[in-house]
């Protein structure tokens, strides 16, 4: 178990350019989120997948905004055409199992600065 | 829609004092959790300690635990014998409980500063 690993860490970008982050949740976990955190503020969800289906995007996720999960190992969250207010932490987590036994665990993130 | 607000933006505490976060929250919902995360510096988040709404018994974990009370929808954290590596922001989360789509609601966090 090596834990939830995304990369890069960081990410430079000038604005109208397209980024993509991987996740690579733990192993055998079903679940996996995404959420954005913006400084001075908590995460907030923008998407969830159990296994390779989306099942909701939040109204964070504008249509320039695209995720995928194939096959139900790791995800790619894609910005097309960044703008300045893209500018956050993007958080993966993942988890396995319901109720009491969904915790979900985090990874160190992506932080996404756009000139 | 659930809200969890963090009333304190930063706090500092002395070594090996004790020190309580503060968080209210604001949901129609019955069945719940509730978690407090810690994020040190440039780490990442991991999980500190969680709640099950229907249980009554306050969850501890070693020098950490909380004072929930269900009627008031406060979920409070307290750490004992503060060490200089709790020295994070923490953050408190509500989730919840269903089988679907279950993702976490954060309050926008405490700043703790642990100070020798």
């Known amino acids: 178990d090596t834990g939830v690993s995304q990369n890069p860490r960081h990410k430079i970008t000038k604005r109208g350019q397209n980024v993509t982050f991987r996740c690579d949740p733990i192993s055998e976990h079903n679940r996996l989120y995404w959420y954005r955190q913006t400084l001075g503020q908590g995460p907030e969800f923008l998407t969830y997948?159990?296994?390779?289906?989306?099942?909701?995007k939040s109204r964070l996720l504008s249509d320039r905004f695209s995720a995928e999960r194939p096959k139900g190992s790791f995800s790619t969250l894609e910005i097309q055409r960044t703008e300045q207010g893209d500018s956050a932490m993007y958080l993966c987590a993942s988890s396995i199992g319901t109720g009491s036994k969904n915790i979900q665990y985090f990874g160190a993130g992506t932080r996404l600065s756009v000139l | 829609a659930q809200t969890v607000t963090q009333s304190q933006p930063e706090m500092s505490v002395q070594e090996a004092e004790t020190v309580t976060l503060s968080c209210t929250y604001d949901?129609?919902?019955?069945?719940?959790?509730l978690f407090w995360y810690k994020q040190p510096p440039s780490r990442q988040m991991i999980l500190v300690i969680r709640?099950?709404?229907?249980?009554?018994q306050n969850a501890t974990e070693n020098r950490f635990s909380v004072n929930f009370q269900k009627a008031a929808k406060s979920f409070s954290l307290k750490i004992s014998d503060s060490q200089l590596g709790d020295t994070a922001m923490y953050f408190c989360?509500?989730?919840?409980?269903?089988?679907?789509?279950?993702?976490?609601?954060f309050g926008k966090g405490t700043r703790l500063s642990v100070i020798a």
């Open positions: 709640q099950e709404a229907y249980k009554q």
């Open positions: 989360a509500f989730m919840k409980q269903g089988s679907g789509n279950t993702p976490l609601v």
């Open positions: 997948f159990q296994n390779e289906a989306q099942l909701e």
């Open positions: 949901t129609s919902e019955s069945n719940y959790y």
